[in-house]
């Protein structure tokens, strides 16, 4: 705790003493009954105030909650002695707001009894956001002496998307046996049409299709495709974040595949995660709502670029894979290790989609533009800006080409296309899974 004197104990305290000798000076005794009543203020405030010794107990009520959702910051405080005012007051997070517009609060506090401060506040977006920190300070009744201190506030919140404005599923390329939302391409019980044939032995009586065999003079059946699940495991490349802060690839990216997951293990597929930055994670695919609690958990940690390489076991990790798992790569493909790991994968049987989500830069540069000068060094920093950007295209240019030779489908996403309506070309593209 910081103990202070305020200016108004000082200047109380010098305009009692002026007084004072001024009436003694001048023989004035009206001079020392003004002295008498200004020195009142200071002399009441030092016998009746007592230095408090304050404990603080910070807490969140939810550590867990959905964008939009409202929590609150409760502070606390405890104290040996009575304090007439005590100002609390909070200073968010970014990504936090106050859900009543009030981030300040004077309460006061008894000797040896505890008051709590109740700050409702609401997330105005999602992620891992830091709670704040807090401020309080002690007052007494004529606003002599303070104490104050300044902490942060341990606890952060981890806040999940409240819905998903990307909804979309990947195509895939091979389903599985059990049932689900897929249309397979295999013939069995479904509700897709698919064929007319000849009846064998062995098939049921409500396959049979009355209409074509009075036609034909002859029974014949109704071949249908199923509906299937599928495996799908979404990786992300969060070892680069472009763009500005407030949108980046990475941003982009965890959003896209918090959408792809919830709208894959709606459909009763069974879905995982891979994020290739180091350190690398892993989330084997299952199904079922504690998977996507375990996908949005990861991703939330991958929420902040950590730009520390690329690991290297992203294709031994998903090499236990049945063949023909749907890979959705999302990367902006500033790595070449990440272009190996992606032709690896398709060299081991998978169908293997990537979507590049894109950072709104002029020209695809990481990094901000210039200044607008036109001076020789304003002029000197454009065209090297220039070149890199040239050089950036190239390279990126390269890489795709090298995933299109691998046969693996390479879409560019703004953003203002639907995601589905985006990953439905994968399906059609004459690079699908062959």
Known sequence: MNRAVSVRFVGLLLLGLAAGLAAMALHRPALAVIAAAVMTVPVLGMATWRWPALEVQARVSSARLVEGDTCTIVLEVAGDSAVPWLDVEVDLGAGLRSADGMLRRV??????????????????????????????????????????????????????????????MAQPARTVGTLGAHLSSSRGDGCEYADVRAWRPGDRMRMVNWRVSARRGGPWVTERHPDRAAEVVVLLDDSAALGPAEDTTLRRAVQAAMALSEGHLSAQDRVGLLALGAPLRWVRPRSGARQLYAIVD?????????????????????????????????????????????????????????????????????????????????????????????????????????????????????????????????????????
């Not at 609401?122 to 002690?138: K, N």
């Not at 940690?301 to 236990?320: E, F, H, K, N, T």
């Open 107 to 168: 309460v006061p506090l008894r000797a040896g009894t505890a008051v709590a401060v109740s700050f409702p506040v609401v997330p105005s977006t999602w992620g891992v956001l830091a709670a704040g920190r807090y401020r309080i300070v002690a007052r007494d009744r004529f606003g002599l002496f303070s104490c104050s201190t300044i902490q942060t506030i341990d606890q952060v919140l981890r806040v999940y998307p409240s819905e998903s404005r990307l909804q979309g």
């Open 298 to 434: 990861t991703l939330l940690d991958c929420r902040l670029a950590r730009v520390s390489g690329i690991a290297r076991q992203g294709s031994l990790m998903l090499g236990g894979l049945r063949p023909g798992t749907t890979i959705v790569a999302l990367t902006v493909l500033a790595e070449p290790r990440v272009v190996e790991v992606l032709v690896d994968l398709r060299r081991h049987g998978h169908h293997v989609v990537v979507v590049e989500p894109d950072h709104g830069v002029a020209g695809g540069v990481p990094g901000g533009p210039s200044d607008g000068g036109v001076g020789p060094a304003s002029v000197a920093v454009n065209v090297a800006e220039t070149l890199a950007r040239r050089l950036w295209d190239v390279e990126r240019s390269a890489r795709r080409a090298r995933l299109r030779e691998a046969g693996v489908v390479t879409l560019r996403w703004d953003g203002a296309v639907p995601l589905g309506a985006l990953l439905g070309r994968s399906a059609s593209s004459p690079l699908g899974p062959r």
